[in-house]
């Protein structure tokens, strides 16, 4: 198996890990919307790890293009129905959700200009 896949797994792995959590209650140390920036990077990391893993060649292949933050989305969906259900202490949040997808968005703005960049498309 290829290390690019192992690694895109094993950050997902984290990810379910980090979302079964419950979150350490810290009152007089806060940093405001620290939890949305976290969505933000993980899922900004996931996505270009996916695309790393499963990275479209010199060829255009529209549906990768497309699937990947597609699955990372619904990767992020899942895993705050299972927060809501499944994980003690955590809930489901519109807020979070809207994280995960704008770190998907850029990740694929990244992808996207690097790929322009070395291809020349």
Do not use: C
Not at 15 to 37: E, G, M, N, Q, W
Not at 81 to 97: C, H, L, T, V, Y
């Amino acid at each position: 198996m290829d290390f690019k896949k192992i690694l895109a797994g094993l950050w997902a792995v984290l990810i379910l890990a980090l979302s079964a959590l419950t979150p350490p209650s810290v009152a007089d140390f806060r940093i405001p919307y620290i939890d949305k920036v976290a969505h933000f990077t993980m899922y900004f990391i996931l996505t270009l790890l996916l695309y790393l893993a499963f990275k479209p060649g010199k060829d255009i292949h529209v549906g990768r293009i497309i699937s990947i933050p597609l699955i990372s989305f619904l990767y992020g969906l899942l895993m705050e129905f299972a927060q809501k259900k499944f994980f003690s202490g955590r809930s489901f949040e519109i807020n979070d959700i809207v994280a995960n997808l704008t770190g998907i968005l850029f990740a694929v703005a990244v992808f996207g200009l690097f790929r322009l960049k070395n291809y020349k498309i």
